[in-house]
């Protein structure tokens, strides 16, 4: 089992940041990758991004490209998500997710873990 526990979320204004943390515990030796969700009020959950633990590359969803910058420690078992120049459209609960085998990143399915999830709230 991993366990996922995430931070950093909160409320912000248009045009500000938030770096978020995910930090894993258990085993977290079978982790092949991590990566960010969101789920808007109303809305189904959506892929923000992801990036393979070992050799760090990292896939965004169009809409955070240029914006949102995922990254990961491995001594601390942690992955965070940098928001840049966020918008009232990226208010969500955000969710971080690890994975133990390859596929498709963007298939919530295919994560085995999840934590609780955090609010980020963008104010225009």
């Known amino acids: 089992q991993v366990q996922l526990v995430e931070s950093g979320g909160g409320l912000v204004q248009a045009g500000g940041s938030l770096r978020l943390s995910c930090a894993a515990s258990?085993?977290?030796?079978?982790?092949?990758?991590m990566g960010w969700f969101r789920q808007a009020p109303g809305k189904e959950r959506e892929f923000v991004a992801a990036?393979?633990?070992?050799?760090?590359?990292?896939y965004y969803a169009d809409s955070v490209k240029g914006r949102f910058t995922i990254s990961r420690d491995i001594d601390k078992n942690t992955e965070y998500l940098q928001m840049n120049s966020l918008k009232p459209e990226d208010t969500a609960v955000y969710y971080c997710?690890?994975?133990?085998?390859?596929?498709?990143?963007?298939?919530?399915?295919?994560?085995?873990?999840w934590g609780q999830g955090t609010q980020v709230t963008v104010s225009s």
């Open positions: 990036i393979i633990w070992s050799f760090g590359h990292t």
């Open positions: 258990g085993r977290t030796f079978s982790t092949y990758a």
């Open positions: 997710a690890a994975r133990s085998f390859g596929g498709t990143l963007y298939r919530e399915v295919e994560y085995n873990y």
